[in-house]
């Protein structure tokens, strides 16, 4: 089974940068797509990001395009976001997910029912 760790959320002012980490042992050495969600009390879980086994495909929502960055690291076993010019409408818990994808260019940012593994979300907070 596969389990995700992230890592790498906080407080930060608006303007600011934050790297979340969402690392498993399995990202070494199988393929997996990657994901990072986020939901504030009261709404849906939103896709964020995505990234495709290969790497050779990555999404953003409309919202963080051109702020956020995801990368992997098939070395380190790990999936990262990196987070620049932050807002305070970007405060939400984070969640990584991942799963098995039917082809090496496969990521997604619509339904979570489409991944399998989840992590127990890290929180994000901008504001100063």
């Known amino acids: 089974q596969l389990q995700l760790v992230e890592s790498g959320g906080g407080l930060v002012q608006p303007g600011g940068s934050l790297r979340l980490s969402c690392a498993a042992s399995?990202?070494?050495?199988?393929?997996?797509?990657v994901a990072w969600f986020r939901q504030v009390p009261g709404k849906e879980r939103e896709g964020v990001s995505c990234?495709?086994?290969?790497?050779?495909?990555?999404k953003y929502t409309e919202s963080v395009e051109g702020r956020f960055r995801i990368f992997r690291d098939m070395a380190k076993g790990a999936v990262f976001l990196q987070m620049d010019s932050l807002k305070p409408e970007d405060t939400a818990n984070y969640y990584c997910?991942?799963?098995?994808?039917?082809?090496?260019?496969?990521?997604?940012?619509?339904?979570?029912?489409?991944?399998?593994?989840w992590g127990h979300g890290i929180q994000v907070t901008v504001s100063s």
């Open positions: 990234i495709s086994s290969s790497g050779g495909t990555t």
């Open positions: 399995k990202f070494r050495s199988d393929s997996y797509a």
């Open positions: 997910a991942s799963r098995s994808p039917p082809d090496n260019m496969w990521c997604a940012l619509g339904t979570p029912l489409q991944y399998s593994a």
